[in-house]
């Protein structure tokens, strides 16, 4: 069940949910009235952004971040513009992966131009170079760069390492020329998770079935996602990273996550314990909004054309297959203004899909747990 809240809540202890208009049990469970513009204040995000803001107010932001990646379909436009308006080396830790256009060839690559401009920007200028085949770019930057309390900006719009304690966002130009990334103080909207998820239930269920929940009416949109509550302690950091990478499709700005014991072990593991930090909401904390979300009634779902908010539940899937299959593709005219051949039902056979292969690739999939699952 994932349900959302009208108006503000406050989050008392990190675990007490209390509605704006129903304030006055915050002072019941406190001892202190509710202050709204104080209780702002206590979200893991307030306390990341005041402390990258260069800005003498909070609400029109100028925020410098700790480090930067693209990857090898973007480099090159990126840093050509950079070096036209002025650049004369990268102002902060800078990572060019080499993971998004590395199609094999006798010799080497099809785009070993590209990856060869990579290399060389980054001796000239200072950068991480990470060659092809190597590391895919989210991955090399959970595990090498993110960490508790930091800031990331990339070029790739999945660029989300919220569970790792860092809050990241896709857009990087002005960053390389020392101008700052200017925004206004954002709304941030509670993502509590309560329960535990089932077993055979996945991240990418989880998230879809949040997305389902928000894209369409814009309840995140531009805002940042923080996700507290009891239910994050069910998740390894693995799995966390699995939901948050997908936040990017519910038009988020970005997102955070509360940090605990398993978030340390990960870093650890890398050999880099000393950029874990515990994060966790104050004792009473605002939110413009909640997700709430009963981890345990999460079931195994399905993305369907055209966007993965259109997401169902396999079993519904199962039970109303050429109805919504039929939508699909009347949706897919639409799209194509009437000229799309696009033909789901005549792979039903009874009442089941028959599907060829299957791939686990892309920013949705593809991290270390669902590679030894399959």
């Known amino acids: 069940m994932v349900s959302l809240y009208d108006g503000g809540i406050y989050l008392v202890n990190g675990k007490e949910i209390v509605p704006e208009q129903e304030s006055v049990k915050v002072e019941v469970l406190t001892g202190k009235k509710a202050d709204k513009e104080a209780a702002k204040k206590g979200t893991i995000a307030y306390s990341i952004l005041s402390a990258h803001n260069t800005a003498d107010n909070m609400e029109h932001l100028k925020i410098r971040f700790d480090s930067m990646a693209s990857h090898d379909i973007t480099f090159v436009g990126i840093v050509q513009t950079a070096k036209a308006s002025g650049m004369e080396k990268f102002p902060i830790p800078y990572v060019l992966t080499n993971c998004h256009n590395t199609l094999c060839a006798v010799g080497g690559t099809i785009n070993e131009d590209d990856h060869m401009f990579g290399l060389s920007a980054a001796k000239k200028y200072g950068g991480i170079y990470v060659p092809p085949h ?159 979300v009963d981890l345990s009634t999460v079931k195994p779902m399905i993305a369907l054309p055209f966007h993965p908010s259109n997401a169902f539940e396999i079993d519904e899937l199962k039970a109303n297959m050429k109805d919504i299959l039929h939508m699909v593709e009347m949706d897919a005219e639409k799209v194509s203004g009437g000229k799309a051949h696009f033909t789901l039902l005549d792979k039903v056979v009874g009442n089941d899909l028959m599907v060829q292969q299957g791939i686990i690739a892309g920013c949705a999939g593809g991290n270390y747990s669902n590679v030894i699952e399959a």
């Not at 770019?137 to 959970?142: D, P």
């Not at 990273?241 to 499709?249: F, S, Y």
């Open 134 to 292: 190597i590391a895919v770019i989210h991955q090399y930057m959970r595990e090498m760069m993110a960490g508790c309390g930091k800031m990331i900006l990339g070029s790739d719009s999945h660029t989300r390492y919220g569970a790792l304690g860092t809050m990241a966002i896709g857009e990087l130009v002005k960053q390389l020329l020392r101008d700052t990334y200017d925004v206004a103080y954002p709304g941030v909207i509670a993502v509590y998770l309560d329960g535990c998820p089932k077993p055979g239930t996945g991240p990418q269920d989880i998230a879809l079935a949040i997305i389902r929940a928000v894209f369409k009416n814009g309840y995140v949109k531009n805002k940042v996602m923080e996700f507290v509550g009891p239910g994050v302690a069910s998740m390894t950091t693995d799995y966390r990273n699995g939901v948050d990478v997908m936040t990017t499709e519910t038009t988020c700005l970005t997102s955070i996550w509360r940090t605990d014991e398993d978030t340390r072990n990960y870093l650890a593991k890398h050999h880099r314990e000393a950029d874990y930090k515990k994060l966790d909401p104050a004792d009473v904390a605002y939110y413009d909004g909640c997700v709430y």
